[in-house]
């Protein structure tokens, strides 16, 4: 039997709110104008229901430590790095300003592997996001833990090579350095803690990056805001995305879409051609 039967199906339900002054710095972080219609952005759930754990009982990863908050639905993974994976979403139905929201969160699925770079958990977590109308998004979200970096070893992603990005394949592209202050201000939007994304000597010497990483949700962020420059606020009805490799702060993120047949294709990059993220969508 998995170690981890114990803990499937435990979770957790939290309330929030879509006011107005999120959705105004929402926009003011991606530099948005703020829509005149009440629908909120489709990936602004991901500010909503943040955990309200003390500053005193989080790890480095920005999680609550397990030791210091018994009734979490979190298992005790004993592996210290922690990444957002990958998520599958449903858009059933916009979230509004103004709308009180409940969220139920439950964990569904814990897998051990082992992959190149050592030992691997898979944490799967459902989270429906209910609106006054019923259910607006649903999600399954993966979180990896992996091993501590090994001493000595490469800082990831390696560094830039020599070729570029080719768009042409692609219907639409836009080109982004994500900045500190990119990175920061969306730390502060999802009340994300982790120090990979603003601590540079823990990103470097602790994690073994190359730099700050850029948020998997910010990249997939601002590949659903290219989805809605192309097909209109509100337009997709799912989403999926995997995170390849880190995006590295400072550096060129190169977002890109094409239609093929009746599905939309979405991928972030390098610079130097090396894929950061690939995505899905469906209108």
């Not at 003011?28 to 602004?44: C, K």
């Not at 202050?181 to 990103?203: G, K, M, Q, V």
């Not at 993120?253 to 979405?266: C, F, K, S, T």
Request: charged share 20%.
């Amino acid at each position: 039997m998995n170690r981890w039967h114990d803990w499937i199906g435990r979770g957790e339900q939290r309330e929030d709110r879509v006011d107005e002054a999120l959705v105004s710095r929402w926009c003011a972080t991606l530099d948005l104008p703020v829509e005149s219609n009440d629908a909120a952005p489709q990936s602004i759930h991901w500010c909503l229901c943040a955990s309200n754990a003390l500053t005193r009982m989080l790890g480095v990863d920005g999680h609550p430590r397990i030791a210091d908050n018994p009734d979490s639905y979190f298992p005790p993974v004993p592996l210290p790095r922690r990444m957002w994976a990958s998520s599958k979403i449903q858009f059933l139905r916009p979230l509004r300003r103004g709308q009180n929201v409940v969220r139920l969160t439950k964990l569904t699925a814990i897998t051990e592997k082992q992959g190149a770079s050592g030992s691997l958990i898979l944490v799967d977590v459902s989270h429906e996001i209910l609106g006054p109308e019923g259910l607006a998004v649903h999600e399954i979200q993966t979180i990896v833990y992996r091993e501590a970096a090994q001493e000595g070893a490469r800082p990831a992603p390696p560094p830039p090579g020599q070729s570029t990005f080719d768009p042409s394949p692609w219907d639409a592209h836009r080109v982004l350095t994500p900045s500190e202050t990119l990175l920061f201000r969306y730390s502060a939007l999802t009340f994300n803690s982790h120090r990979i994304h603003f601590d540079l000597p823990y990103a470097t010497r602790i994690e073994g990056y190359r730099g700050l990483v850029v948020h998997g949700p910010l990249i997939a962020t601002l590949l659903l805001e290219l989805a809605q420059r192309k097909f209109g606020d509100n337009a997709l009805r799912h989403f999926a995305f995997r995170g390849v490799s880190p995006a590295i702060c400072g550096e060129d993120l190169h977002l890109v879409l094409r239609e093929n047949g009746a599905a939309i294709e979405l991928g972030a990059f390098a610079g130097d051609g090396r894929q950061v993220m690939n995505a899905s969508a469906g209108v």
